[in-house]
T-cell receptor, first 112, second 113 residues
Framework: NAGVTQTPKFRVLKTGQSMTLLCAQD?????MYWYRQDPGMGLRLIHY???????AKGEVPDGYNVSRLKKQNFLLGLESAAPSQTSVYFC???????????FGPGTRLTVT | KNQVEQSPQSLIILEGKNCTLQ??????????LRWYKQDTGRGPVSLTI?????NTKSNGRYTATLDADTKQSSLHITASQLSDSASYIC????????????FGDGTTLTVKP
């Protein structure tokens, strides 16, 4: 049981490049979330999903897109990376609305 | 707007000492409050969860309290250890918003020998 895994762990992009971050969970959770965490700040919600095939915008969605084609996977895409997107990205999943969120180990992204 | 404020921003204590971290929130309608521990370079891990009817919850040396009337919570750490050095995050969920939560900025705790 791996829990929540994220790929890759580190990445450096140049401005304008694109990439996709992969989140996978093996707990059969319905809800999945993508957050970003900047130094000295709390986690901010980018996008979330309440089930396979559904996605919704969070607090800071601009510049990101997501897809949930399979229940166990939640992909976060950056179409044209900007230095402001330099951050640590965390994926999380939960079983129900009020249950505990389980977080992945994070992806550290640097955009130069 | 839902908000969660934590204090202090950072704290340094000696190993073996106790400490208390604070969390004030304005999330409404309130569903539950969780305290998470985040080690450097890792994802947050849940320590405690409290609903409206609970006013204290313990997890080993960690004890969380909740006053739903004043919308305040605290996390008390007893007999601190070096491994307690981490960021502690207060997270409050509302009974709406598809399980979205409001995160505090965290308190960075450093335990020194």
């Amino acid at each position: 049981n791996a829990g929540v895994t994220q790929t890759p762990k580190f990445r450096v992009l140049k401005t304008g490049q694109s990439m996709t971050l992969l989140c996978a969970q093996d707990m059969n959770h319905e809800y999945m979330y993508w957050y970003r965490q900047d130094p000295g700040m709390g986690l901010r919600l980018i996008h979330y999903s309440v089930g396979e095939g559904t996605t919704a915008k969070g607090e800071v969605p601009d510049g990101y897109n997501v897809s949930r084609l399979k229940k166990q996977n939640f992909l976060l895409g950056l179409e044209s990376a900007a230095p402001s997107q330099t951050s640590v990205y965390f994926c999380a999943s939960r079983d129900g609305t009020f249950s505990e969120q389980y977080f992945g180990p994070g992806t550290r992204l640097t955009v130069t | 707007k839902n908000q969660v404020e934590q204090s202090p921003q950072s704290l340094i204590i000696l190993e073996g000492k106790n400490c208390t971290l604070q969390c004030n929130y304005t999330v409404s309608p309130f569903s539950n409050l969780r305290w998470y521990k985040q080690d450097t370079g890792r994802g947050p891990v849940s320590l405690t969860i409290m609903t409206f009817s609970e006013n204290t919850k313990s997890n080993g040396r960690y004890t969380a309290t909740l006053d739903a009337d004043t919308k305040q919570s605290s996390l008390h750490i007893t007999a601190s250890q070096l491994s307690d050095s981490a960021s502690y995050i207060c997270v409050v969920s509302a009974r709406t918003n598809a399980g979205k939560s409001t995160f505090g900025d965290g308190t960075t705790l450093t335990v020194k020998p």
